[in-house]
């Protein structure tokens, strides 16, 4: 897939996935990686991602002394605005609005690499290959009823994990499947409707302004979630008809 042209104030829907659809994210600490990396990343200035971890566990120890607070109050630089994330256990999903030249390319090179030397480490794979499959694609996102589909898609990705292939065929239960997403960590679903979850991470108020708030992002989302179940209900029905007429 041919890279869009990067724009300022434009929003971008960008994916990766594991190669061969292997797990990026094998244990509960690579989701929080990952999810650090995603604000740390997101600046525009030098990072050196050791420093910025030592910092914040001298913090949260009550250690914190001399330059620490400097390091973790820098001024901040952001290369893009994180609208939404969801993370899956072999790809992501990202939206993202881009705030300076070439911010969205540095923003992913410096994710990407944070990330990759992460999981190198940790699981013994510096001769192993790639970790994800190519470069990461990204899809221009050009009106509000694309970006409140590629919304509602991502935010209920997570509901494979417990109806497998449901976006084909639509949830058994609705309500299990919201309740799912509630539960569900790994996205920035629960900060958008108002349960704090990474706030830090993630700018919504575009999508508050565009969607008219958290109340109405939820509601798109448990309605997108009833429209593929009545919609592959629809079909279902429709087959059956065509079979009987057949018989």
Same mark, same amino acid.
């Given at each position: 897939?041919?890279?869009?042209?990067?724009?300022?104030?434009?929003?971008?829907?960008?994916?990766?996935?594991?190669?061969?659809?292997?797990?990026?994210?094998?244990?509960?600490?690579?989701?929080?990686?990952?999810?650090?990396? !995603? $604000?740390?990343?997101?600046? &525009?200035?030098?990072? #050196?991602?050791? %420093?910025?971890?030592?910092?914040?566990?001298?913090?949260?120890?009550?250690?914190?002394?001399?330059?620490?607070?400097?390091?973790?109050?820098?001024?901040?630089?952001?290369?893009?605005?994180?609208?939404?994330?969801?993370?899956?256990?072999?790809?992501?999903?990202?939206?993202?609005?881009?705030?300076?030249?070439?911010?969205?390319?540095?923003?992913?090179?410096?994710?990407?690499?944070?990330?990759?030397?992460?999981?190198?480490?940790?699981?013994?794979?510096?001769?192993?290959?790639? !970790? $994800?499959?190519?470069?990461? &694609?990204?899809?221009? #996102?050009?009106? %509000?009823?694309?970006?409140?589909?590629?919304?509602?898609?991502?935010?209920?990705?997570?509901?494979?994990?417990?109806?497998?292939?449901?976006?084909?065929?639509?949830?058994?239960?609705?309500?299990?499947?919201?309740?799912?997403?509630?539960?569900?960590?790994?996205?920035?679903?629960?900060?958008?409707?108002?349960?704090?979850?990474?706030?830090?991470?993630?700018?919504?108020?575009?999508?508050?302004?565009?969607?008219?708030?958290?109340?109405?992002?939820?509601?798109?989302?448990?309605?997108?979630?009833?429209?593929?179940?009545?919609?592959?209900?629809?079909?279902?029905?429709?087959?059956?008809?065509?079979?009987?007429?057949?018989?």
């Amino acid at each position: 897939m041919k890279q869009p042209k990067f724009v300022n104030g434009e929003i971008y829907h960008i994916l990766n996935r594991g190669v061969e659809k292997r797990n990026i994210f094998q244990q509960i600490s690579d989701y929080f990686r990952f999810i650090f990396c !995603l $604000f740390e990343c997101n600046d &525009k200035n030098f990072v #050196i991602m050791r %420093d910025r971890i030592g910092a914040r566990r001298k913090i949260k120890a009550q250690k914190s002394i001399g330059d620490t607070y400097d390091i973790i109050n820098k001024k901040r630089e952001p290369l893009v605005e994180i609208l939404t994330f969801c993370l899956m256990p072999n790809h992501y999903h990202l939206v993202v609005r881009q705030l300076t030249d070439g911010g969205v390319s540095l923003f992913m090179k410096k994710l990407g690499n944070s990330y990759v030397a992460y999981f190198n480490k940790k699981y013994h794979r510096e001769r192993m290959g790639s !970790l $994800f499959q190519g470069s990461f &694609k990204a899809i221009h #996102i050009k009106t %509000d009823n694309q970006l409140m589909n590629v919304i509602c898609y991502i935010f209920t990705n997570p509901i494979e994990l417990l109806e497998r292939n449901w976006k084909e065929t639509g949830t058994k239960d609705p309500e299990k499947a919201r309740e799912y997403l509630k539960s569900y960590r790994w996205s920035s679903y629960l900060d958008c409707i108002g349960e704090k979850n990474f706030p830090s991470v993630t700018q919504r108020d575009f999508l508050f302004d565009t969607f008219g708030g958290q109340n109405k992002i939820k509601e798109l989302v448990e309605n997108w979630i009833l429209y593929k179940t009545d919609l592959n209900k629809g079909f279902d029905e429709i087959k059956d008809l065509i079979l009987e007429e057949m018989s």
